[in-house]
């Protein structure tokens, strides 16, 4: 089971930072995907880090905005969101993948478990 939290209201311009802590299973040794999806739109990822490299792939959308950071003795995964912008609303996810995932392209179908979201929203 993964659990999201952080989500909530900020202002254009400002941060957030969202955790994902697994329950049950330990996330080292899992690729972590983080996820978005806007009422009547297809889920997007906006990155993804590999659980072998370490390295992190990014959805043009958050290149330059967003990073992701983990803290294995926490069992949790971090967003962190910078420069948000109302078209950054959404309802974010996290998922685990037992596969060596390497791009924001991957099937989403891959990730064995998924978190049950939390909202962010961007406003004024």
């Known amino acids: 089971q993964l659990v999201e939290s952080g989500g909530g209201l900020v202002q254009p311009g400002g941060s957030l930072r969202l955790s994902c802590t697994g329950s049950?299973?330990?996330?080292?040794?899992?690729?972590i995907g983080w996820f978005r999806q806007v009422p009547g739109k297809e889920r997007e990822a906006v990155l993804c880090?590999?659980?072998?490299?370490?390295?992190?792939d990014y959805a043009d959308s958050a290149k330059d905005r967003f990073t992701l950071s983990r803290d294995n003795a926490k069992n949790t995964v971090y967003l962190e969101m910078n420069s948000l912008k109302p078209e950054d609303t959404a309802v974010y996810y996290c998922?685990?993948?037992?596969?060596?995932?390497?791009?924001?392209?991957?099937?989403?179908?891959?990730?064995?478990?998924w978190g049950q979201g939390t909202q962010v929203t961007v406003s004024s």
């Open positions: 998922a685990a993948s037992s596969y060596g995932i390497t791009t924001v392209q991957a099937s989403h179908s891959l990730y064995d478990y």
């Open positions: 049950g299973f330990t996330l080292d040794g899992y690729s």
């Open positions: 880090i590999n659980s072998i490299t370490g390295r992190v």
